[in-house]
């Protein structure tokens, strides 16, 4: 069938082009030729030649502009300028296996060079050597030999044993092992994005292009976090700004501080430097993550607290009776259903290692793993039916996920009628009555997920006056079958 915006993005990802917000919505409408707002497969096929022509022509004028002979890259530093213009940011490692994989003179990487003896590396590419390297970096998905054997690995371990696919609930765990710590929506996001048909499953090949969305995702973020901070656009970052943007990105330890660096780092950083320093934050915390089953320091130092709060002896470990209240606490959805007793029985045999009937801090946290995810599971199931119920499509879904995570800060928060209301006024301006009538849909969909959480209708518990994305979800459902999007439409913002 023809592609949105959102499946063309996905398509140039999955074959490992590069693209910008911007450079995308330049494409689709170059290569929307009947002005449908959809590309059909004749359109993507030009829009492929768009990007290829588009690669030479930066590839073209980057040699041409060289003082070497032959208008050839001779340096390392040159080719990670040419590709970074480009769109292609990889590791030093990555580039250095993808020149060795695409015979341009680098042999026996991993004995001769380091990622610090760049500048020692002797090259001398021309625009067909450099069109080599690209499809060698794309093939690879931005992974070393020694990352891909990573992916494997966790692909393999949570899988189910007789298939070869890795479900939707099993993804979040593998993701999270592999460091990428998301919330619950970014990651049904992304999945989405690779999983087009909507099957809430992946093979091998399409987890690998997940796991490069995962970076991709977090590469963004580190360069937003640059930027924010580097508010006189100076294009260097200080001291203070580094440890700013750590904190914003979740990279400094349980006592605030920051990851170590090099004198030179902490004198200044541009968002290349910057952006090196997050990924070496990660990988070397990454350890310390699996150790803790993948919280991270920040969710850590609450579990923390809230142990500490509930072991009233002070003895380090939480008895049958305190270890209830606390989960009533952390989980008071939960705490109550019928259901859930027997398995916290069962989950706190599993994970009571010694047998002495109580938990540790180790203990506690392996326990709160194996509860959340049984609820990410649940709410992967929760997720599918409810758009089918509620007959969106899968692409549709989509779009109203991407909707609903730039609202929310990438799912950290939940959206109140205000976030909803100001998130229509940026493309119409509603009038008194479609600003009540979509009130009145956001009162309903609170009030039908407060029913189903207490089983009954019409609760007279309070209801949330905030919306998750499945709330959400179902207050697009009526704005869609009320025309409300077509009437707002038809009434354009003033200037």
């Known amino acids: 069938g023809d592609m949105s915006a959102g499946e063309l993005d996905s398509a140039l990802a999955w074959l490992g082009f590069p693209c910008s917000a911007e450079r995308l919505w330049l494409l689709y409408h170059q290569s929307d030729l009947n002005g449908n707002g959809v590309i059909s497969e004749s359109e993507f096929v030009i829009c492929l030649r768009h990007i290829q022509d588009s690669e030479l022509a930066s590839i073209r004028k980057f040699l041409a502009a060289q003082s070497t002979e032959g208008s050839r890259i001779a340096s390392m530093a040159e080719l990670e300028v040419l590709l970074g213009s480009l769109g292609y940011h990889t590791s030093h490692e990555v580039l250095l296996e993808a020149l060795q994989e695409a015979d341009l003179g680098i042999k026996d990487v991993s004995s001769r060079f380091g990622s610090s003896a760049l500048d020692m590396i002797k090259i001398s590419l021309g625009r067909d050597e450099v069109c080599s390297l690209l499809s060698v970096l794309r093939d690879r998905e931005g992974f070393t030999e020694a990352q891909m054997q990573e992916l494997r690995t966790?692909?393999?371990?949570?899988?189910?044993?007789?298939?070869?696919?890795?479900?939707?609930?099993?993804i979040h765990k593998s993701v999270r092992w592999l460091g990428h710590t998301f919330s619950f929506d970014v990651v049904q996001h992304l999945i989405a994005e690779v999983d087009v048909e909507g099957e809430q499953v992946l093979d091998f090949t399409m987890f690998v292009k997940l796991v490069r969305k995962c970076r991709d995702f977090e590469r963004k973020a580190a360069v937003a976090a640059f930027q924010k901070l580097d508010a006189e656009g100076k294009g260097i970052l200080d001291n203070r700004g580094q440890c700013m943007a750590f904190e914003i990105l979740g990279c400094t330890d349980m006592q605030g501080q920051p990851p170590a660096r090099s004198s030179k780092e902490v004198d200044g950083v541009d968002a290349q430097g910057f952006v090196y320093m997050v990924q070496r934050c990660k990988a070397e915390r990454l350890k310390s993550l699996r150790k803790h089953h993948g919280f991270t320091n920040s969710e850590l130092k609450e579990l923390q607290r809230m142990f500490r709060k509930f072991d009233k002896d002070g003895n380090g470990e939480l008895k049958r009776h305190e270890l209830a209240r606390l989960i009533e606490v952390m989980f008071p959805e939960h705490a109550h259903l019928p259901a859930f007793r027997p398995a916290l029985v069962k989950l706190l045999k599993d994970v009571d290692v010694d047998k002495s009937d109580s938990l540790d801090f180790m203990e506690f946290l392996s326990m709160i793993r194996k509860i959340t995810d049984e609820k990410d599971e649940h709410q992967c199931a929760v997720h599918a039916k409810t758009i089918e119920e509620l007959?969106?499509?899968?692409?549709?879904?989509?779009?109203?996920?991407?909707?609903?995570?730039?609202?929310?800060?990438?799912?950290?928060?939940?959206?109140?009628?205000?976030?909803?209301?100001?998130?229509?006024?940026?493309?119409?301006?509603?009038?008194?009555?479609?600003?009540?009538?979509?009130?009145?849909?956001?009162?309903?969909?609170?009030?039908?997920?407060?029913?189903?959480?207490?089983?009954?209708?019409?609760?007279?518990?309070?209801?949330?006056?905030?919306?998750?994305?499945?709330?959400?979800?179902?207050?697009?459902?009526?704005?869609?079958?009320?025309?409300?999007?077509?009437?707002?439409?038809?009434?354009?913002?003033?200037a």
């Open 391 to 494: 007959q969106f499509t899968h692409r549709e879904a989509n779009e109203f996920r991407y909707l609903f995570l730039a609202a929310s800060e990438d799912g950290s928060r939940k959206l109140s009628a205000a976030d909803i209301a100001d998130m229509f006024s940026r493309s119409f301006e509603l009038d008194d009555k479609q600003c009540h009538m979509l009130g009145r849909f956001f009162r309903e969909a609170a009030q039908r997920e407060s029913d189903l959480r207490n089983n009954t209708v019409g609760s007279q518990e309070p209801v949330d006056d905030e919306a998750d994305f499945l709330v959400f979800l179902h207050i697009m459902r009526m704005v869609v079958d009320a025309g409300l999007m077509q009437q707002a439409a038809e009434r354009p913002k003033s």
């Open 154 to 170: 966790a692909f393999h371990r949570h899988k189910a044993a007789a298939s070869e696919q890795i479900s939707a609930s099993a």
